[in-house]
């Protein structure tokens, strides 16, 4: 199996979105988001404890958020 690594974006149009900064916030049970003043910020340090359980795409609208699977080279 190759390793796995997980990123997280979310769209340019909705990252400065408050309410959905704190949404985010909420949902992701790994704390993969953070609300901040000017919006949603991706917590580097916590993207690989995700567990693709979908809450975060559920909880923003569609295309707000993408969850990508990376495969290590080789
Ligand atoms: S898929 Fe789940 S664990 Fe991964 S970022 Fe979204 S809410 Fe967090």
Redo the contacts with the bound molecule.
Sequence with gaps: MPALF?D?RVSSAHAGDLALAKKLEE????D??EATDTGVKIVEENLD?????????QAAPPGA?E?VKLYERG
């Design positions: 997980i997280v949902a992701c049970p790994v993969i988001f404890e995700c567990t693709l359980c979908d809450l975060c795409i958020v969850v």
